[in-house]
């Protein structure tokens, strides 16, 4: 600097401290920016896991669907929860015999059945595919004089289990 003018120093000095003053600002300015930022942060990382877990935990439509029941499997009762994704058919079964041929009745519409299993020919009326119309066929069945019948469920046209007529159960 001993080559310089005193004005050209004294320039340099004033430049040098509006510098200083300058950097002093901008790191005040930096603080307080990131001051006012972690709010909308928090803010931003709360709604996303609200968001998350409103979406995640509410039921889906195949839980909201499914239906709790008593179905009767090898001969014992278990409680069941069918969903509708199952693939399960369902029918009214009226009776089952073994002396005569019903197979003759079996009008191939998918309305009346005859089913054979070991010798024994099970007359079904109608085929549904959820638990729900089956339930109202079987009450309409019932009030008619059937009153033993009862829901077969079929998987892949094997029976999977019973559903008991609840006003048959004598208690």
Excluded at 58 to 68: V, Y
């Amino acid at each position: 600097m001993e080559f310089l003018s005193p004005k050209t120093k004294e320039r340099i000095s004033k430049l040098e401290a509006e510098n200083k003053t300058l950097r002093l600002q901008l790191e005040q300015q930096d603080t307080s920016a990131k001051t006012m930022r972690w709010p909308f942060l928090v803010i931003a990382v709360l709604l996303a896991v609200i968001v998350a877990v409103w979406k995640y935990s509410k039921p889906s439509t195949e839980e909201l669907s499914a239906i709790r029941v008593e179905m009767w499997q090898n001969g014992s009762l278990k409680d069941t929860v069918l969903y509708p994704t199952f693939g399960i058919e369902y029918s009214i079964q009226v009776g089952a015999f073994n002396k005569y041929d019903y197979s003759e009745l079996n009008l191939g519409s998918g309305f009346l059945k005859v089913q054979e299993d070991n010798g024994v020919q099970h007359i079904l009326l109608g085929s549904f595919t959820n638990l729900p119309q089956a339930r109202s066929y079987l009450d309409k069945v019932v009030k008619i004089g059937f009153e033993n019948a009862f829901i077969v469920a079929y998987k892949e046209g094997i029976a999977v289990g019973l559903l008991s007529n609840k006003t048959a159960i004598k208690k």
